[in-house]
């Protein structure tokens, strides 16, 4: 049944593709097994991020605390600024 369908996939690249090398080409892109090898090449990296997104896996956006170290700074320098005027 392979062999009928890729006959008939020959012939009608015959119509839009020139060359035979183009149309061996496109047979080789279309071949069912080129099309289990390029979804595995897709399906294990989205897998992945599927677990890490469900499964805390990946990064975690800890809440972190704010320290305003310049307040202390600026303030003395306004300070010290008014003093001398």
Known sequence: MLCMIYYQVWKRTALVLGTKRARLWYLLRINPIMAVIWWWIWIIPLWI??????????????????IDANAKLFKSKIIHWFREK
């Open 49 to 66: 991020g599927y677990r890490m997104y469900m499964g805390e896996g990946g990064l975690v956006w800890a809440r972190t605390q704010k």
